[in-house]
T-cell receptor, first 117, second 112 residues
């Protein structure tokens, strides 16, 4: 079974530029998550989708971050404009439909390391 | 509030047992998880425990849960150099969908 795919793996941009990350979840996984992991910290949830609807985006800085999941499969996370404090690893995870799997096992991709200079 | 705390570092000798500890604050946690992160990689799910269980064993891994003290531990038996990584404890809160709250991670160093 293929895992969660993410691209690019690394990205370096200057502040005020924009950037986009792509995620392809495990086939059949209806729930998709984007996490931000700042160096030395644990991941923090930014947004959760179930199919193509948003379940939780309470910690997404909506003035500069946006995310979409068209057709309920792939997802894109965008930052515009980027700030220095956005330097982090952006992790995508997926799981089966949450009401069918009580344990909510989430499977993570390798992440995209963003450096904002 | 929701908070998960872990000690930052642990160093053991190859062949010894490792015990990584975690405390959490939210009493409505339903599932608690242990993830492993190797350098440059994403998080790998190691094991999880439901909040009404005290213990779960999975090969070299033993998870102990003390719900009264809100304390979770992961014991790795016969620790190998390949176990060197950062280990994250995470909790899922009741009625918040699949959202996980992670600790800051414990870096395990295994010396030969």
């Amino acid at each position: 079974e293929a895992g969660v795919a993410q691209s690019p793996r690394y990205k370096i941009i200057e502040k005020r530029q924009s950037v986009a990350f792509w995620c392809n979840p495990i086939s059949g996984h209806a729930t998709l998550y984007w996490y931000q992991q700042i160096l030395g910290q644990g991941p923090k949830l930014l947004i959760q989708f179930q199919n193509n609807g948003v379940v939780d985006d309470s910690q997404l800085p909506k003035d500069r971050f946006s995310a979409e999941r068209l057709k309920g499969v792939d997802s894109t996370l965008k930052i515009q404009p980027a700030k220095l404090e956005d330097s982090a690893v952006y992790l995508c995870a997926s799981s089966l439909l949450t009401y069918r799997v009580r344990s909510y096992e989430q499977y993570f991709g390798p992440g995209t390391r963003l450096t904002v200079t | 509030g929701e908070d998960v705390e872990q000690s930052l570092f642990l160093s053991v000798r190859e062949g010894d047992s490792s015990v990584i500890n975690c405390t959490y604050t939210d009493s409505s946690s339903t599932y608690l998880y242990w993830y492993k992160q190797e350098p440059g990689a994403g998080l790998q799910l190691l094991t999880y425990i439901f909040s009404n269980m005290d213990m779960k064993q999975d090969q070299r891994l033993t998870v102990l849960l003390n719900k009264k003290d809100k304390h979770l531990s992961l014991r790795i038996a016969d620790t190998q150099t390949g176990d060197s990584a950062i280990y994250f404890c995470a909790e899922r809160i009741y009625n918040q969908g699949g959202k996980l709250i992670f600790g800051q991670g414990t870096e395990l160093s295994v010396k030969p």
